[in-house]
């Protein structure tokens, strides 16, 4: 049943989304996500960015992490579900969110279907952005975080393979699996993530 139908305050923001975007590092979710967040009026949540964020701060949690991400490792799942809980928490949470890198391996998918049931919901979509490796390397080298060496950017990628792309089929055969090709210009993505979604502005 699609989700948000009887909630007449869902016709609001999209009908309070729920999407994960899915890809590798270096794809270009964040940047589809602060699109569609500003679209649709929901908050883009990037656990990367949190964590990130709890470094610069110094935070309990910032030194814990702060040598894995730096390792381009990932970091373990029973301390990114304390993050996203008390993150999917908050208020503005409860009008619908994207999700952008989180979940990041099976254990993490199902304590996020484990949250949402608790509040009997689900994942509207999780929408996988798609980019060649040799482009998603040549992007993260541009982009060039002061940590962002090669060497952390190949092992990131290798994290991904080994840990995410499993998701690919999990959400696949729930039916939720959405596909985008992410190797296009930002405004061709954007316009078939709104496709895909189903909130017009399609492409021709
Ligand atoms: P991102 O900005 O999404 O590429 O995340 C940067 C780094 O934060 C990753 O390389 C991981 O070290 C860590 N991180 C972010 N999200 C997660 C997650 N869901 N699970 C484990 N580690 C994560």
Avoid: C, W
């Avoid at 030194?63 to 999917?88: F, N, Q």
């Avoid at 080298?141 to 952390?152: C, F, I, N, W």
């Avoid at 990131?156 to 998701?167: A, D, F, G, N, S």
């Amino acid at each position: 049943m699609a989700a948000g139908a009887e909630n007449p305050q869902n016709a609001e923001n999209g009908r309070r989304l729920k999407v994960v975007l899915l890809g590798p590092p270096g794809a270009g979710k964040g940047t589809q996500a602060q699109l569609l967040s500003a679209r649709l009026g929901i908050p883009a949540i990037s656990t990367g960015d949190m964590l990130r964020e709890a470094v610069a701060a110094g935070s309990e949690l910032g030194r814990r992490v702060e040598g894995i991400m730096a390792a381009g490792k990932l970091v373990d799942d029973a301390l990114m579900a304390e993050v996203v809980r008390d993150r999917l928490a908050k208020p503005d949470a409860g009008s619908g969110y994207l999700l952008d890198g989180y979940p990041r391996t099976l254990p993490q998918a199902k304590t996020l279907e484990g949250i949402l049931e608790e509040s009997g919901q689900q994942l509207d979509a999780v929408v996988m952005v798609d980019v060649p490796v040799d482009e998603l390397v040549r992007r993260s080298l541009l982009r060039g975080r002061a940590d962002d060496t090669e060497e952390v950017i190949r092992e990131r990628q290798r994290v991904y393979r080994e840990k995410t792309e499993p998701l690919i089929g999990y959400y696949r055969e729930r039916g939720l699996l959405r596909e985008i090709d992410g190797h296009r210009p930002v405004d061709e993505v954007t316009a078939h993530m709104f496709a895909t979604l189903g909130l017009g502005e399609g492409v021709d």
